[in-house]
């Protein structure tokens, strides 16, 4: 019995790990805008070890037409959650399509949002900027899924 693995399994087996490392990845941008969503809402100002995290938390940007960013965060990352989990049960290769490119639009909200703490606040909240991290990491798995789409991972869904 051949031990190396085929051709077809590659591209799932690479498929199948992407999609745990973004599970994973997703549950801890989800767990820092639950944290700050909860905070907020109990208006205390979180812990912060580089002290910046209460200007941002309160600027005049932490909410956007009534609704916090931490809670558009937390619905951000469930909506990935989601997706990856109703792949994950129904394996329909277009649900992780659509799932993998809400992080690049996720991204480029992320790019404005640093943006406003580097350059209009003039602070960096610790909370927002894992978020940022995470959103970055999120894209990079995009873009990663993306190019390696095209042919390898079609191909291994097609049955002859």
């Known amino acids: 019995m051949n031990s190396s693995p085929s ?94 490119i809400i992080p690049i639009i996720g991204f480029i909200y992320e790019l404005w949002l640093v943006y406003l703490q580097l350059f209009v606040i003039h602070s960096i909240c610790q909370y927002c900027m894992l978020s940022a991290i995470v959103t970055l990491v999120l894209f990079g798995i995009s873009v990663y899924y993306f190019s390696r789409r095209a042919a390898p991972i079609e191909e291994a869904n097609q049955t002859p």
Not at 25 to 35: K, P, R, T
Request: charged letters at 10%; one cysteine or more; a positive charge.
């Open 7 to 100: 051709s077809k399994t590659q591209p799932r087996a690479l498929r199948n790990s992407l999609v745990w490392v973004t599970l994973v990845v997703a549950l801890v941008g989800f767990a820092d805008a639950a944290y700050l969503t909860i905070e907020h809402y109990k208006n205390v100002i979180p812990p912060c070890t580089i002290g910046g995290c209460e200007n941002v938390l309160t600027s005049t940007f932490s909410v956007i037409f009534g609704i916090p960013q931490a809670v558009l965060g937390a619905i951000y990352y469930l909506i990935i959650l989601v997706g990856l989990f109703a792949f994950i049960d129904s394996k329909n290769p277009k649900i992780l399509k659509w799932t993998m």
